[in-house]
């Protein structure tokens, strides 16, 4: 009996070892607390992007990862490259913007 209950705590320690090393974040993974914010963001600066007449959206995609926001895509001009990182930028919680946006040439 003593042996059956020594293996259920052993068990039971693995299990919950593994279940908080499985929530945790990695230099790779984002928790998911991380990952909601990461959201959050991004659906912050598609509709700060969304809301300025000057520039398509359709044409950006934006992404985050652990509040640095990535732009990519296609802008017309050198202006609305600039203007779009800017509106990033300033949305709330972003700590960096890499901005890849290709000024599409006609």
Do not use: P
Not at 22 to 29: D, I, R, S, V
Not at 56 to 80: C, E, M, P
Request: proline share 0%.
């Amino acid at each position: 009996m003593k042996k059956l209950h020594r293996i259920m705590k052993v068990l039971v320690c693995f299990a919950l070892i593994t279940a908080f090393t499985g929530c945790a974040a990695t230099q790779k993974h984002e928790s998911t607390g991380q990952y909601v914010d990461d959201t959050v963001i991004t659906t912050r600066v598609k509709a700060a992007i969304f809301n300025e007449a000057t520039l398509k959206t359709l044409q950006i995609n934006v992404k985050t990862n652990k509040g640095v926001v990535r732009l990519s895509g296609f802008a017309d001009s050198a202006k609305s490259v600039k203007r779009a990182g800017y509106i990033a930028q300033h949305v709330e919680n972003v700590a960096l913007v890499e901005n890849a946006l290709v000024v599409k040439k006609d």
